[in-house]
């Protein structure tokens, strides 16, 4: 089983950028497509971007598509979230996921191991 570990979280003010990271316990990263989602007070936890092994092959939701880039460093087992031009409604916990093949997916019932989690505010 992957164990994920997100970090990079914070408070920033809105146009601000940040820049998540969440590493693999395991070399079983190889081969993984990985995803983030968040999830805000109240909300159902929703998708944000996938990326696909090795790497080519990248999907953003409509609302961060522009703002965000996924990317992976599958020498560090380590996938990122690129974070440019907050706005306050980004303000979620962000999630990284993994899926046991190397196929995008934007559906949370899709991946099979998650991290716990990591605070994104945005102030306006």
């Known amino acids: 089983q992957v164990q994920l570990v997100e970090s990079g979280g914070g408070l920033v003010q809105a146009g601000g950028s940040l820049r998540l990271s969440c590493v693999a316990s395991e070399r079983t990263f190889r081969g993984y497509a990985m995803g983030w989602f968040r999830q805000a007070p109240g909300n159902e936890r929703e998708f944000v971007s996938t990326?696909?092994?090795?790497?080519?092959?990248?999907a953003y939701s409509d609302s961060v598509k522009g703002r965000f880039t996924i990317s992976r460093d599958n020498l560090k087992n380590t996938v990122y979230l690129q974070m440019n031009s907050l706005k306050a409604d980004d303000t979620a916990v962000y999630y990284c996921?993994?899926?046991?093949?190397?196929?995008?997916?934007?559906?949370?019932?899709?991946?099979?191991?998650w991290g716990q989690g990591t605070q994104v505010t945005v102030s306006s």
């Open positions: 996921a993994a899926k046991q093949t190397g196929w995008t997916s934007r559906r949370k019932s899709d991946y099979n191991n």
């Open positions: 990326i696909g092994w090795p790497g080519a092959t990248t």
